[in-house]
């Protein structure tokens, strides 16, 4: 075989997609490596031998492969296919892959919730192609808590399931919308401007599972007033507890429903500044509006709390979440940059944006007395 004919043959192999390859999981290629032998003959390129895979990755894709084959077949006819029988069959294919690979993850296949404690610790034993049937048939059936734990462990981005956030929208599942956009690395324009305008355009009183997002974001505010008047703890956790305290208060109260959304992607890092000034900029006048009015919201509550920007790392739950002031103005930064002159222009956007210059300058003044302490401090110690 010349060369050329080996290099097509190499291209060809190498644009597979995952379904199709022989090893639709992710191999540790360390001990394959070490084996590989040079063979010398007298052809141009020097081949090599010794190319074999451990026995346990071996048994782990062939799992994958028959499972990924006859789930993909029983999707294809979804109506003579139930919610019990995908459960069942899950759970099987991670019952043989724990009996496999050996590994124990503390909770046996007969009992509850066996599927999402296996998926929690090593669902990335599934692989790729695996995962997206799995997704799919999960909005199938909406079994919406091995979806959650999928999201939550990081197991699902771009490549695993393209449309998971326009899917969820349409599901009205903005419960899992906040998980996607705080867990998912590779969001696009497209994902980021429909979970702004989801939230933005949503009633007043939200969805069902807006009021989920409600509820949990009362639980943590709650939890954390509590471990804040525990007088047992230190001054230095007593101190990282009330400011935990503080802002998961102020994460709460007065939000509507659906501005209680808007925090995950406010806060969120996986969303680049250059997708959301892209998406700012796509919003019509009245996303705008109540764009605007949440940021005013965050800049007041700010301007109420000074010590809260100064609030340090916290172990508490829920306090990733919470937009910092860094997050609100740069938002409102992106706002200016996006909608100038219909901020200028049209009346009901100037009353806002007067009404949120003063407490702007009233931030600006406390943050140049904090500038003029911190050098003087710095000063001192220097």
Same mark, same amino acid.
């Given at each position: 075989?010349?060369?050329l ?8 192999t ?15 290629p360390?001990p394959?490596?070490?084996?590989l ?31 990924y ?11 003579s296919?139930t ?5 069942n069959?899950?759970n ?5 892959s ?29 692989g790729?192609a ?16 091995i979806?959650?734990?999928?999201i ?25 919308v ?7 690395s ?21 969805y069902?599972?807006m ?38 208060v102020?994460? $709460? ?9 808007? $925090? ?20 019509n006048?009245l ?21 809260a ?10 306090v990733?979440s ?8 740069k ?7 996006? $909608? ?5 222009m $049209? ?28 050098n ?7």
């Amino acid at each position: 075989m010349s060369m050329l004919e080996l290099i097509t043959k190499a291209s060809a192999t190498s644009n597979e997609s995952p379904s199709d390859s022989q090893y639709p999981i992710v191999l540790n290629p360390d001990p394959i490596l070490l084996n590989l032998n040079p063979k010398t003959n007298d052809s141009f390129i020097n081949r090599v031998e010794g190319w074999k895979i451990s026995e346990l990755d071996a048994q782990v894709i062939e799992l994958a492969q028959k499972f990924y084959k006859n789930l993909k077949i029983k999707l294809k006819n979804p109506n003579s296919f139930t919610k019990v029988e995908f459960v069942n069959m899950l759970n099987l294919y991670l019952e043989k892959s724990k009996e496999s690979s050996g590994i124990s993850i503390g909770i046996e296949p007969k009992d509850e919730g066996f599927s999402n404690a296996f998926i929690r610790k090593f669902g990335f034993l599934m692989g790729e192609a695996v995962l997206g049937l799995v997704i799919e048939a999960c909005f199938v059936f909406e079994i919406w808590e091995i979806l959650e734990t999928l999201i939550e462990g990081g197991l699902v981005n771009g490549s695993v399931y393209k449309d998971l956030v326009g899917k969820l929208i349409e599901k009205r599942r903005a419960d899992l919308v906040c998980l996607s956009v705080k867990y998912v690395s590779d969001l696009q324009v497209s994902d980021v401007l429909s979970v702004l305008r989801f939230f933005l355009c949503a009633p007043k009183d939200g969805y069902g599972s807006m009021v989920d997002v409600r509820n949990e974001w009362e639980r943590q505010a709650v939890s954390a007033i509590e471990i804040a008047a525990d007088k047992s703890l230190g001054v230095k956790k007593l101190n990282k507890a009330k400011d935990a305290a503080v802002l998961l208060v102020m994460a $709460h109260d007065e939000f509507t429903t659906s501005e209680l959304c808007l $925090h995950y992607l406010i806060s969120s890092s996986n969303v680049d500044d250059v997708i959301l000034s892209a998406c700012i900029g796509k919003l019509n006048g009245l996303e705008i509006m109540s764009f605007v009015r949440y940021l005013k919201k965050w800049l007041v509550k700010y301007q109420k709390f000074p010590e809260a920007c100064l609030s340090g790392k916290s172990s508490q739950k829920g306090v990733e979440s919470v937009p910092s002031l860094e997050n609100v103005t740069k938002c409102f930064g992106l706002v200016i940059d996006e $909608h100038f002159s219909s901020l200028v222009m $049209h009346l009901e956007f100037v009353e806002e944006v007067k009404s949120i210059e003063l407490v702007v300058n009233s931030l600006a003044s406390e943050a140049r007395i904090c500038c003029t302490l911190a050098n003087l401090c710095a000063s001192l110690k220097n």
